[in-house]
């Protein structure tokens, strides 16, 4: 048996699976978010920590026997946060996530201090990236950057509790801003122009490698074995694409979470920093990816449900009533957005509402917004000459066929639903751990999990979508520059 262990935004969650077969157990606990300015996003490291033996303890009630026989265990992780610990290995600060906006003016500093940066780095500076916000602690909390002696993503965090090591994988690496992608290796440039001292990186890993054993602290906690191999894992993006198969060129996916992410599998290195697709090193050795992410995915929905009074499936089934013709538009953009903007600035917006517009419309309306997000994401990929007519669906939000069959009108594609589709990256972490130990190989990983349900795009509906996604991006360049502090149009 195998365990994925995936620390996300919202939650940490684990899988236990064979190398064969179904999953055994699932099991999840919650993560809380701090905001305490506009435009930050923070969470406390040893809060990953806390829900991870909290999420195995759960996994492991429900699966004793097969908790028993686990032998190895694979991480994957929300991307791109800064974990500083001081010389004593303990975090120096809150870490600062990947949808946190406040270091946009230090991306234009590591623009200028290193022209083609986009090219090494697979995308161009963006505030949720990792070296940004080590300019950001040097020149707003110089205290806390002088006494840094080590930089972790989240998931990494996890893993130095767990083994005592410092370690990372490639596919998460990626999403620094440190990476040298093409070479996979840290880059000393890109490092010089962030600020940043190479010796606090940790050590790399394919996500396939092993990067240390449980300690007896931590199998204790975890009722493990002792020296339990652990694999370097990857992103959560890398992740998800391992745990349904989308490793081949050209397999392509959406993830559908707490943000977005359209991805397609590369055989090759293949930068265009110009359309803000992100061109990145994959989980798998020898592959990398290009992606268009939004930092929204299908969280506007949640959050919808939460102030709109009403849980989700009552909201979807309200949507699924209301009439095309009186839906309202709406911007997604509660966190800023990413691709195909840099904008952290925007904000989420109804627009055309009226006393007659019903909280289905509403939601309707939001529903439509997630599918032109990825629209965007598409187009982007387009430019950067990624095009594909099929696609899989993973994440908490394909458990929505209205939301699918409206993905699939809006980008004109047809999208699969897999079995299994909810697990993603934690079944892809656990695939990993299998691989490091001999029982997948590489070309095992390619396999595609069964189908659930076929989402063809309706020919009816193009110019209803062509339409209001046209009306959607005239909104979002209307109310842009009242977004921001300086008013500007660019």
């Not at 309306?365 to 990825?374: E, G, L, S």
């Amino acid at each position: 048996m195998f365990l994925g262990i995936d620390i996300g935004t919202s939650a940490v969650k684990v899988v236990v699976a064979p190398a064969h077969g179904d999953v055994v157990a699932t099991a999840s606990a919650p993560l809380p978010i701090s905001s305490p300015r506009p435009l930050w996003s923070e969470q406390a490291p040893d809060d990953w920590w806390t829900a991870t033996v909290t999420a195995c303890a759960e996994a492991r009630a429900h699966a004793p026997d097969a908790w028993a026989k686990i032998v190895a265990i694979g991480l994957s992780g929300q991307m791109h946060g800064a974990t500083v610990l001081g010389a004593d290995r303990r975090p120096l600060r809150p870490a600062i996530l990947w949808n946190d906006g406040r270091a946009f003016a230090e991306c234009n500093v590591m623009a200028e201090n290193l022209p083609g940066l986009g090219q090494i780095a697979g995308v161009p500076a963006m505030p949720g990236f990792t070296a940004p916000k080590i300019l950001w602690l040097r020149d707003h909390e110089p205290e806390t950057y002088n006494a840094i002696a080590y930089i972790l993503l989240p998931k990494d965090y996890v893993r130095l509790q767990m083994t005592g090591e410092m370690a990372t994988d490639m596919a998460d690496a990626a999403g620094t801003l440190w990476l040298d992608e093409a070479r996979r290796q840290w880059s000393d440039a890109l490092c010089e122009a962030s600020a940043t001292d190479p010796a606090w990186l940790p050590a790399l890993y394919e996500g396939t490698g092993e990067s240390g054993r449980l300690t007896a602290e931590a199998a204790e906690a975890l009722d493990l074995q002792p020296g339990t191999p652990v694999a370097a894992g990857g992103g959560d993006a890398a992740t998800g694409a391992v745990g349904i198969g989308a490793v081949k060129d050209g397999d392509a996916f959406l993830s559908l979470g707490t943000s977005g992410q359209f991805f397609i599998a590369d055989e090759s290195y293949r930068p265009d920093p110009e359309s803000y697709v992100h061109a990145f090193a994959h989980a798998v050795p020898e592959r990398w990816f290009r992606m268009g992410v939004m930092l929204n995915g299908a969280s506007p929905l949640a959050w919808f449900s939460s102030v709109a009074g009403a849980d989700i499936p009552t909201l979807l089934a309200e949507a699924g009533q209301a009439r095309e013709d009186r839906l309202p538009l709406f911007l997604p953009y509660l966190t800023g957005e990413r691709s195909p903007h840099n904008d952290p600035y925007i904000r989420g917006t109804f627009s055309g509402l009226e006393s007659s517009t019903s909280r289905g419309e509403m939601a309707r309306a939001v529903i439509d917004a997630i599918a032109y997000c990825f629209r965007d994401a598409r187009d982007s990929l387009a430019a950067a000459g990624g095009v594909v007519d099929r696609a899989m669906a993973i994440g908490g939000g394909t458990r929505s066929d209205l939301v699918l069959q409206t993905l699939a009108d809006a980008l004109g594609l047809t999208l699969v639903r897999t079995v299994g589709a909810e697990t993603g990256p934690a079944y892809g972490a656990a695939r990993l751990a299998a691989v490091m130990s001999g029982e997948l190989s590489l070309d095992d990983l390619a396999k595609k999990p069964a189908t659930e349900k076929v989402f063809e795009a309706k020919g009816e509906q193009a110019e209803r979508h062509a339409e209001r996604h046209r009306r959607y991006r005239a909104l979002y360049h209307a109310l842009a520059p009242l977004a921001r502090p300086d008013g500007s149009e660019d």
